[in-house]
Antibody
Framework: EVQLVETGGGLVQPGRSLKLSCVAS????????MSWTRQAPGKGLEWVAS????????YYPDSVKGRFTISRDNAQNTLYLQMNSLRSEDTATYYC?????????WGQGVMVTVSS | DIVMTQAPLSVSVTPGESASISCRSS???????????VYWYLQKPGKSPQLLIY???NLASGVPDRFSGSGSETDFTLKISRVEAEDVGIYYC?????????FGGGTKLELK
């Protein structure tokens, strides 16, 4: 059974940093691209970052480029999202997603609240 | 950026009847390889989104065949036949053709 379990969320002040982790199981992790997608409270879905299966290439929308860094440890089956210079508009539930035919598996999500 | 526009914002359906949700993209999602990179997701209340349809018309694993996807290069439809109580939630279309990968704003399905 495919499982994606995110950790690392919480309350953080504007301008500070936070690092999310996602442990994957039930599939061959290094065969898949992975992504982070977020959802602000009461809002829709927004893609945040993607990484190739080898980790050699990463992709971001302009809203987080230069502030967020996606990475992975294929030996540990773990995906990361380093978030720097956090803003109030980054407040959201962050989902770890596997990129199969689409985002075919989602984690349970982790809440990040940016507030003073 | 490719803008994905969904309609309606909400739909109310009698159990057992069918429902259709539309999604329009601001640019063709048909790749030169013949694949149309549009996807449909359902977010049930309080849950994470789940994939329903991939590459416009392919049913994701474990999804009932009451769900189907169709469309052209820019206009797409998700049809739900014989709506059941478990189908309640917010439906999103999304595109994976071009960075940034984008989603529609969502359509809320409720039961009458």
């Amino acid at each position: 059974e495919v499982q994606l379990v995110e950790t690392g969320g919480g309350l953080v002040q504007p301008g500070r940093s936070l690092k999310l982790s996602c442990v994957a199981s039930g599939f061959t992790f290094n065969n898949y691209w992975m992504s982070w997608t977020r959802q602000a409270p009461g809002k829709g879905l927004e893609w945040v970052a993607s990484i190739t299966n080898s980790g050699g290439s990463t992709y971001y929308p302009d809203s987080v480029k230069g502030r967020f860094t996606i990475s992975r440890d294929n030996a540990q089956n773990t995906l990361y999202l380093q978030m720097n210079s956090l803003r109030s508009e980054d407040t959201a539930t962050y989902y770890c997603t596997r990129v199969g035919g689409g985002y075919d598996y989602w984690g349970q999500g982790v809440m990040v609240t940016v507030s003073s | 950026d490719i803008v994905m526009t969904q309609a309606p914002l909400s739909v109310s359906v009698t159990p057992g009847e069918s429902a259709s949700i539309s999604c329009r993209s601001s640019k063709s999602l048909l790749h030169s390889n013949g694949i149309t990179y549009v996807y449909w997701y359902l977010q049930k209340p309080g849950k994470s989104p789940q994939l329903l349809i991939y590459r416009m018309s392919n049913l994701a694993s474990g999804v009932p065949d009451r769900f189907s996807g169709s469309g052209s290069e820019t206009d797409f439809t998700l049809k739900i036949s014989r709506v059941e109580a478990e189908d309640v939630g917010i439906y999103y279309c999304g595109q994976l053709l071009e960075n940034p990968w984008t989603f529609g704003g969502g359509t809320k399905l409720e039961l009458k």
